[in-house]
């Protein structure tokens, strides 16, 4: 089974800022990898897939790379309504989550 | 547009069984897998399994094979996901998503309680 670590668990930031987290696979998971958003409460909503793919809707300060093992959604510029619970999700090999970054205000 | 829409809150005692639906619109809901997805209080998120309307196959994530059974009703563009034996281990919010988990229910709280 594929393993997904995620870092940070807890991530401090102010509105403005540029964030990055990131997903570690266990093993080569071929860019099959999706960036979710969560906030309390509500469904997961999905903001990138296969690595550098922005869903429709979704704001361009949101962006993905990677490849191989390893993956980074990156937020160039916080805004308030980005404060919430991202994690990550590879499908090359079944399906595993990341545990999830807590974003919060700072 | 495409809606997933989940039954509601589920309170329901040790040993029995229970069972969740998912009704989606917007879609062709045969020719899309459907997955199941467990979110435990303060814990992350984990598939529990998919199935595929149009023939009714299914896989499961290891882990809730005897726990979980997937099944779905075309004429009524449901899909279900029945959990047995209950435990308290057992308690979540139970998701149901599609079309590549682009579109997701609003999720059903379980609560197993005597």
């Known amino acids: 089974d594929i393993q997904m670590t995620q870092s940070p668990s807890f991530l401090s930031a102010s509105v403005g800022d540029r964030v990055t987290i990131n997903c570690k696979a266990s093993q080569n998971i071929n860019k099959y990898l999706n960036w979710y958003q969560q906030k309390l409460g509500e469904a997961p909503k999905r903001l990138i897939y296969n690595t550098n793919n922005l869903q429709t809707g979704i704001p361009s300060r949101f962006s993905g790379s990677g490849s191989g093992t390893d993956y980074t959604l990156t937020i160039s510029s916080l805004q308030p309504e980005d404060f919430a619970t991202y994690f990550c999700l590879q499908h090359n090999s079944l399906y595993t989550f990341g545990a999830g970054t807590k974003l919060e205000l700072k | 547009q495409v809606q997933l829409q989940q039954s509601g809150t589920e309170l329901v005692k040790p040993a029995s069984s229970v069972k969740i639906s998912c009704k989606a619109s917007g879609y062709t809901f045969t020719s899309n897998y459907m997955h199941w997805i467990r979110q435990q209080p303060g814990n992350g998120l984990e598939w529990i399994g998919w199935i595929y309307p149009g023939n009714g196959n299914t896989k499961y994530n290891q882990k809730f094979d005897g726990k979980a059974t997937l099944t779905a009703d075309k004429s009524s563009s449901t899909a279900y996901m029945q959990l047995s034996s209950l435990t308290s281990e057992d308690s979540a919010v139970y998701f149901c998503?599609?079309?590549?988990?682009?579109?997701w229910g609003q999720g059903t709280l379980v609560t197993v309680s005597s």
């Open positions: 998503a599609s079309r590549g988990f682009a579109y």
